[in-house]
């Protein structure tokens, strides 16, 4: 079972950026080079919300189109790690932010790789707030 653990939420004030890192372990019948990973974030009150995808084979990205440009999501194989560069953050980015993996590195492509049951593995989640 792979585990996933998210770290670098914050309260930053808006315009503000923040890192968050999925660290990523427990990779038994697959390498992680075999998963997709997305980013995912809830605020409260409202559904869990697709924020990125990477294939962790070849490192392609996909992002929600409310990101416009302002996060980057990127990987470090060897460190079983996906991070989420996020600028120009706004109220609205506040919201609890989860990794989730699963099989097939290419699921970021298909709407599998952006809904809540199409990922079997999740992390616990890391608060952003974005508050002045």
């Known amino acids: 079972q792979v585990q996933l653990v998210e770290s670098g939420g914050d309260k930053v004030q808006p315009g503000g950026s923040l890192r968050l890192s999925c660290d990523a372990s427990g990779f038994s019948l697959f390498t992680v080079d075999r998963y997709a990973i997305s980013w995912f974030r809830q605020a409260p009150g409202k559904e869990r919300e697709w924020v990125s995808c990477i294939n962790m084979a070849d490192g392609t990205t996909y992002y929600g189109d409310f990101v416009s440009g302002r996060f980057t999501i990127s990987r470090d194989s060897a460190k079983k790690s996906v991070s989420l560069e996020m600028s120009d953050l706004k109220p609205e980015d506040t919201a609890t932010y989860y990794c989730?993996?699963?099989?097939?590195?290419?699921?970021?492509?298909?709407?599998?790789?952006?809904?809540?049951?199409?990922?079997?593995?999740w992390g616990q989640g890391t608060q952003v707030t974005v508050s002045s």
């Open positions: 989730a993996a699963e099989p097939g590195p290419n699921r970021c492509r298909v709407e599998a790789g952006r809904t809540v049951s199409g990922f079997g593995s």
